[in-house]
């Protein structure tokens, strides 16, 4: 399969501290790619660097065979940040209509992408007052306008309750199945069995990547959560 993100030697520095430590990084064509990891370990950062919002000390980024943050790419890449992108004063559809100005999207587009994240009944309803899970889903429903080729999601399952996690997961595989790539971070180690592939990024290295089942054959372990822990825990011993 090809590479739709291809990530060369990358180092991030902010302020006075390397944040990511030359990674390198292939993400393939059509699937749903997990990006794991404990909270500080740079996984925002990496995406910012695929999306070209970041500065960057060394190394290259490419989307789509373009280098990241290229202006074409705007209307090829979505993304969403880990907090809700969205205005609180504006209604539902005031924000998604805002969104699509700007990106050049029908107010068809408007339509559709409020019925895929099922915000029906919700588009003259003020941000401020939709609950959590819903203003996740108004964010997702912004980066979804241009009916992107990449999808990039920081996060999105924060906070939401199981029943919503579950649908957003279905949702994604709908998408990677009919030729979106998706990158999705999460420091949930549960979700990391929804995904197709996954990258285990550790103090701002990838420290592993390989299918859900090829990380349990390799540490032995019954479940990913333990075999995230055997890696981790071995990297520590090899550094010592």
């Not at 203003?135 to 996060?155: F, G, K, M």
Request: glycine share 10%; with cysteine; charged share 20%.
């Amino acid at each position: 399969m090809s590479s739709t993100i291809s990530v060369r030697t990358l180092r991030v520095v902010r302020g006075r501290r390397e944040v990511l430590h030359g990674i390198e990084l292939e993400v393939e064509a059509g699937r749903v790619t997990g990006l794991l990891g404990p909270s500080g370990s740079g996984k925002t950062t990496l995406m910012r660097a695929i999306v070209g919002v970041q500065i960057v000390a060394d190394g290259s980024v490419s989307v789509l065979g373009l280098p990241a943050g290229t202006p074409t790419l705007r209307a090829r890449v979505g993304y969403q940040t880990q907090a809700p992108s969205v205005y609180a004063d504006l209604t539902v559809l005031e924000n998604l209509d805002y969104f699509a100005a700007i990106l050049g999207a029908s107010r068809a587009r408007v339509a559709e992408v409020v019925a895929l994240v099922g915000l029906q009944g919700l588009e003259r309803q003020l941000a401020v007052s939709l609950s959590g899970g819903e203003l996740a889903r108004l964010s997702l429903a912004a980066a979804l306008l241009n009916d992107p080729e990449v999808l990039v999601l920081d996060e999105p399952t924060v906070g939401l309750d199981p029943v919503l996690r579950r649908d957003l997961w279905g949702f994604f595989h709908e998408l990677a199945d009919a030729g979106t790539t998706l990158f999705v971070s999460s420091h949930v180690m549960d979700e990391a069995d929804r995904c197709d592939a996954l990258v285990l990024l550790w103090e701002g290295r990838v420290l592993v990547t390989g299918t859900p089942e090829s990380l349990r054959q390799r540490t032995g372990a019954a479940d990913l959560d333990a075999a995230f822990l055997a890696l981790i825990d071995g990297a520590g011993g090899a550094r010592s």
